[in-house]
């Protein structure tokens, strides 16, 4: 089974500064790259994607960095306020095929006002 | 929640007895998946459904049957509920396959004891 390894398990981040979750991922077919974001008692909700034929996308305060080569990708939250409080979850695939997204394990992000 | 209704929301079985979830849409998507949710884990899929009666396995799909015999009805059953099937269950919608954002129902939370 291809996994999808994303690390911290869990984060602390002062108001305001900056919150860093990254993945890396195995198989090189993959080609569909997104971050979902849950709140407690709430289902996860995509939060942005990218696809390899760019190194970044921005969306908002919400950046994903690609890493093709070293088959790596990494969200960025700037300016992290209280309420990005969240657990944030990456995923890859192939082809965008939700059937086949492995999902990372899970980044549990403590904003502290 | 992008019109997904699952029911109940928690539940608390017997080892052994059987257990229905059901997943309801009204945005008339054609795909639908049921996950489970565990510390440690992610999001891991257990079955999905293409269209009526069309459904396969996921990757953790052992212990559980689906059934779809409406497009917006998705079930998923435990034939004999185990302690291991304790979990958070999430029924998601995609309108078609290829990147498209899989939208995420609430969640039911089971307890096997």
């Known amino acids: 089974q291809q996994q999808v390894k994303q690390s911290p398990q869990s984060l602390i981040v002062q108001k305001g500064g900056i919150s860093i979750i990254n993945c890396a991922y195995e198989?090189?077919?993959?080609?569909?790259f997104p971050w979902y974001q849950q709140f407690p008692g709430k289902g996860p909700a995509l939060l942005i994607a990218?696809?390899?034929?760019?190194s970044e996308k921005k969306e908002g305060r919400f950046t994903i960095s690609f890493n093709k080569s070293a088959k790596q990708f990494s969200l960025h939250i700037m300016d992290s306020q209280p309420g990005d409080s969240a657990t944030y979850f990456c995923?890859?695939?192939?082809?965008?095929?939700?059937?086949?997204?492995?999902f990372g394990t899970g980044t549990l992000l403590a904003v502290q006002p | 929640d992008a019109g997904i209704t699952q029911s109940p929301r928690h539940k608390v079985t017997e080892t052994g007895t059987p257990v229905t979830l059901r997943c309801h849409q009204t945005?008339?998507?054609?795909?639908m998946y049921w996950y489970r949710q565990d510390p440690g884990h992610g999001l891991r899929l257990i079955h999905y459904?293409?269209?009526?009666?069309?459904?396969d396995k996921g990757e953790v799909s052992d212990g559980y049957s689906v059934s779809r015999s409406k497009t917006e009805d998705f079930l998923l059953t435990l034939e004999s509920a185990t302690s291991s099937q304790t979990s958070v269950y999430f029924c998601?919608?995609?309108?078609?396959?290829?990147?498209?954002?899989?939208?995420f129902g609430q969640g039911t939370r089971l307890t096997v004891v």
């Open positions: 198989n090189t077919a993959f080609d569909y």
């Open positions: 990218i696809r390899p034929d760019v």
């Open positions: 945005e008339n998507h054609r795909y």
């Open positions: 459904s293409y269209g009526v009666k069309d459904t």
């Open positions: 998601a919608i995609t309108q078609r396959e290829g990147g498209t954002e899989a939208f």
């Open positions: 995923a890859a695939g192939p082809g965008g095929a939700t059937n086949k997204l492995i």
